[in-house]
């Protein structure tokens, strides 16, 4: 994943004050390849990882429904971040 399509996919996530180029080109940075021109699945999913840690908890932690049930979360971190690669990659 390049730049321009990280940008694209943070920018649908992240809030519209925080969407600056600086900060999503820090980001990007931050977990990029060692060229720092694309980013890896691996590298995605590592800053998946950071992301869903900070907003969401933990991996596989249990939440409580709207509905008053005790569930465990259904999504894991591996599965997002396969779908957002995913889907940037076939919009290439």
């Known amino acids: 994943m390049r730049e321009h399509e990280f940008r694209h996919v943070l920018s649908a996530i992240i809030s519209p004050e ?4 600086q900060y999503i080109s820090r980001l ?3 977990f990029s390849t060692d060229d720092k021109k694309s980013i890896t699945f691996q590298e995605f999913l590592s800053f998946t990882q950071a992301v869903f840690g900070l907003n969401e908890g933990k991996e596989g932690e249990y939440c409580d429904e709207s509905n008053g049930t005790h569930e465990r979360n ?3 971190v591996q599965q997002r971040a ?3 690669f995913n889907v940037s990659q076939e919009r290439i």
């Open 74 to 76: 259904k999504e894991t």
């Open 18 to 21: 925080r969407a600056t180029d």
């Open 82 to 84: 396969t779908t957002i």
């Open 28 to 30: 990007f940075q931050a």
